[in-house]
């Protein structure tokens, strides 16, 4: 035997993306007019108004999928080699559901200075930044910054993209149970990244008793903590004031959300929640609760795997936030955009469809785009973030 392979590195040779012209270059003429000399009075043009880069370059349809490799899903610190072919997934991604083209740029540092430094360097030729697999806290750091001192849209997946799909599946999973949105009692267990987006998220959308927690049980309002994220949430109204182990938590919840480790519930602990309760366990590659654990007792049940049904999959909600925000020139995607796109994922599920099974679309749906794209650009316009209005976009 030589040589051993399968599918899965027959597919990653060479890499999975690659640039290609949008017009051919044939002869003298055609290289005169995309490259010397025409291309100096294309120049020339974005050099007196720089908002011309937009409509003259690919900075309009361009997004970075920008990483340092020390957070990535399931592997964890890895390095920035090593990420490099889930970038190049997600590029794939960008292009095949939206058209939109993007980039993977693997850092090789996790200082937090040299990484704003190096993203702002090379801002100038994209239209948004896409920021992934950062570890917390530098990532909090990273797109504050970032947001501040860029006029691009800056988004971190791995915070705001899960907690998007999380609000729409659970705007469904309430509609199949008949509760409603600030009645219901929610424990976000893992406020990490992820768990603190979700949290900001819920307590916007009208969520009245949340109880956040972590190893060292829950964060309770009015508690002081070093963490700023953390301390942000102990001031919230939402948030509850009883210091609850996860264990102690769950009686009478209406809804579990786990963004931490697999398998730290278990049956006896969802029949202790509220009637018709409302589990997504998200760890990966384990959930904090088997379905076989989870189902016998919980009336909706979603992780965030393709092998289960309801698939949290950030895949439904970044391809058409950066196509909406993009397409109206967005300066940043802010709460209210992010929100819109929630609901707009939602509504994709049609009433006459709508299950205990089936409260998120399916990720090839291409709809999802469309809704999310229009709802963001409706948002954006609306809160006066927007640079243009998209030709046919109704107001």
């Not at 993306?17 to 949008?22: D, H, K, L, M, V």
């Not at 929610?186 to 949290?199: D, K, P, Q």
């Not at 210091?243 to 730290?264: C, K, N, P």
């Not at 209210?336 to 090839?364: D, G, H, T």
């Amino acid at each position: 035997m030589i040589d051993i392979t399968d599918r899965i590195f027959l597919a990653h040779q060479g890499g999975k993306i690659s640039t290609q012209p949008n017009l051919p270059v044939l002869n003298q003429d055609d290289l005169s007019r995309v490259y010397t000399p025409g291309v100096a009075r294309v120049c020339a043009a974005i050099y007196e108004d720089r908002e011309q880069a937009f409509s003259l370059t690919v900075k309009q349809n361009t997004v970075a999928v920008i990483t340092d490799g020390t957070a990535v899903l399931g592997l964890g610190n890895i390095g920035p080699y090593a990420a490099a072919p889930v970038m190049e997934g997600k590029a794939m991604l960008f292009k095949q559901l939206t058209g939109i083209n993007a980039f993977p740029i693997c850092l090789d540092t996790t200082d937090t200075e040299e990484i704003i430094r190096t993203v702002k360097a090379i801002a100038p030729i994209f239209g948004g930044i896409n920021l992934e697999d950062i570890s917390s806290p530098r990532c909090f750091e990273i797109e504050r910054r970032l947001e501040e001192e860029l006029d691009i849209p800056v988004f971190h997946d791995d915070q705001h993209g899960t907690a998007i799909v999380v609000m729409a599946g659970l705007i469904n999973a309430l509609k199949v149970t008949g509760k409603r949105i600030d009645n219901i009692r929610v424990i976000v267990n893992g406020i990490g990244a992820a768990g603190l987006s979700i949290c900001k998220m819920l307590l916007g959308a009208g969520v009245r008793h949340l109880v956040p927690v972590d190893q060292e049980g829950a964060i309770v309002r009015g508690g002081t903590y070093v963490h700023p994220k953390w301390q942000w949430l102990a001031e919230q109204p939402g948030v509850e004031d009883r210091q609850d182990t996860l264990q102690e938590a769950m009686v009478g919840a209406d809804v579990f959300i786990g963004v931490s480790r697999g398998g730290i519930l278990h049956a006896s602990d969802v029949q202790r929640m509220a009637p018709s309760p409302i589990v997504f366990a998200m760890a990966n590659p384990e959930p904090e609760i088997s379905p076989a654990e989870a189902l016998p007792y919980v009336r909706i049940y979603a992780t965030g795997r393709s092998d289960y049904p309801n698939q949290i999959n950030n895949v439904l909600a970044f391809p058409g936030i950066f196509k909406g925000a993009l397409e109206c020139r967005a300066s940043c995607i802010n709460d209210r955009m992010k929100l819109a796109a929630a609901r707009a994922i939602a509504s994709v599920v049609q009433s006459s469809e709508l299950n205990a099974e089936y409260i998120i679309p399916s990720l090839f749906n291409d709809q999802v785009v469309l809704k999310v794209s229009q709802a963001v650009i409706g948002a954006a316009v609306s809160s006066g973030i927007a640079k243009r209005i998209p030709p046919g976009f109704e107001i």
